[in-house]
Nanobody, 124 residues
Framework: QLQASGGGLVQAGGSLRLSCVVS????????MGWFRQAPGKGREFVAT????????LYADSVKGRFTFSRDNAKNTVYLQMNNLKPEDTAVYYC???????????????????WGQGTQVTVSS
C-alpha cells in the first residue's frame, strides 16, 4: 500500500516536497515512480528510482528541478520539487513496480501499485 502526501498550493518559483510511504515488505527489485495528471490530460511520467541503489531517471520537463530520493529505513520515497512552474500543476501519484530492477520504466502500465494522489497547484 502506498500513501502519498505533501501536496499544496505554492507560487511559481517555490518548492514542495512530496512523500510516499510504502506499507508492507519491500524488495530490492522494486522501482518506485512518480506520475502526474493535469486536468483534461493523461497521466504523465515524472521520475523513477531504484529501491535498492537509488538510481534515478527523470522526465525532461522536470530534470534539474526535481529530485527523487528514498529512505529505506523509513520505507519512504520523496520528490523534492524546486522552481515550480504553473505547468507543474497536477495530481501527483506515487507508484511501485515489482521485479523490475535492474531495468527502469517510464510506462505507467508497468507499475503494479498506486497511491491515492496528492494535489499540487502552482500559481503564476
Amino acid at each position: 500500500q502506498l500513501q502519498a502526501s505533501g501536496g499544496g498550493l505554492v507560487q511559481a518559483g517555490g518548492s514542495l516536497r512530496l512523500s510516499c510511504v510504502v506499507s508492507g515488505r519491500t524488495f530490492s527489485s522494486i522501482i518506485m515512480g512518480w506520475f502526474r495528471q493535469a486536468p483534461g490530460k493523461g497521466r504523465e511520467f515524472v521520475a523513477t528510482i531504484s529501491w535498492s541503489c537509488g538510481s534515478t531517471l527523470y522526465a525532461d520537463s522536470v530534470k534539474g528541478r526535481f529530485t527523487f530520493s528514498r529512505d529505506n529505513a523509513k520505507n519512504t520515497v520523496y520528490l523534492q520539487m524546486n522552481n515550480l512552474k504553473p505547468e507543474d500543476t497536477a495530481v501527483y501519484y506515487c507508484a511501485a513496480a515489482r521485479d523490475f530492477w535492474p531495468t527502469m520504466t517510464m510506462n505507467e502500465y508497468d507499475y503494479d501499485y498506486w497511491g491515492q494522489g496528492t494535489q499540487v497547484t502552482v500559481s503564476s
